[in-house]
T-cell receptor
Framework: EAGVVQSPRYKIIEKKQPVAFWCNPISGHNTLYWYLQNLGQGPELLIR????????DSQLPKDRFSAERLKGVDSTLKIQPAELGDSAVYLC????????????FGPGTRLTVL | ELKVEQNPLFLSMQEGKNYTIYCNYS?????LYWYRQDPGKSLESLFVLLSNGAVKQEGRLMASLDTKARLSTLHITAAVHDLSATYFC?????????????FGKGTKLSVKP
């Protein structure tokens, strides 16, 4: 069974540029998460989807970050414009039976903002 | 709000030795997870502990949960180099339909010959 797929794996951009990350969850997993992981830290939740609905986006900086999950499968996370402090790893995860079920993580996208 | 603290944050071990990683959490948590992360890789779920006194073992790793002490431990027996990785514990902070996993900062384990 394929795991959570993310692309790109690495992205280098200049500040003020836009950037987008894509995630394909494990087949059949209705719950999808985007996390931010800074160096030396644990992941922190940005947004959680149940199917196509964003049910917890309280930690998403909405002035520059946006996300969508059209059709309740793939998801895209966008930053516009990027700032130096956005350099981090962006992780996508999915779970089968809701937000209390085990989460399976993708390999992440490492973003460097210059 | 749930807070999760791990210690130590860095651990250098010799092969064949035993050691324990500690995970303290601040408030009641429905469940406690342990994840492993290799450099540049995704987090891999190791254990989920659901109740007081729960103990799970896989190979050289054993995890336990004491909900009264708000403490989970990950014990490493006779460490081998392949166990070198960063280990995270995460507590479930679920309030109704909201809430999520709260992760500790991770323990970077290095096993040396």
């Amino acid at each position: 069974e394929a795991g959570v797929v993310q692309s790109p794996r690495y992205k280098i951009i200049e500040k003020k540029q836009p950037v987008a990350f894509w995630c394909n969850p494990i087949s059949g997993h209705n719950t999808l998460y985007w996390y931010l992981q800074n160096l030396g830290q644990g992941p922190e939740l940005l947004i959680r989807y149940e199917n196509e609905e964003a049910v917890d986006d309280s930690q998403l900086p909405k002035d520059r970050f946006s996300a969508e999950r059209l059709k309740g499968v793939d998801s895209t996370l966008k930053i516009q414009p990027a700032e130096l402090g956005d350099s981090a790893v962006y992780l996508c995860a999915s779970s089968l039976a809701g937000h209390t079920d085990t989460q399976y993580f993708g390999p992440g996208t490492r973003l460097t903002v210059l | 709000e749930l807070k999760v603290e791990q210690n130590p944050l860095f651990l250098s071990m010799q092969e064949g030795k035993n050691y324990t990683i500690y995970c303290n959490y601040s408030t009641t948590s429905d469940r406690l997870y342990w994840y492993r992360q290799d450099p540049g890789k995704s987090l891999e779920s190791l254990f989920v502990l659901l109740s007081n006194g729960a103990v799970k073992q896989e190979g050289r790793l054993m995890a336990s949960l004491d909900t009264k002490a708000r403490l989970s431990t990950l014990h490493i027996t006779a460490a081998v180099h392949d166990l070198s990785a960063t280990y995270f514990c995460a507590g479930g902070d679920y309030g109704g339909s909201q809430g999520n996993l709260i992760f500790g900062k991770g323990t970077k384990l290095s096993v040396k010959p």
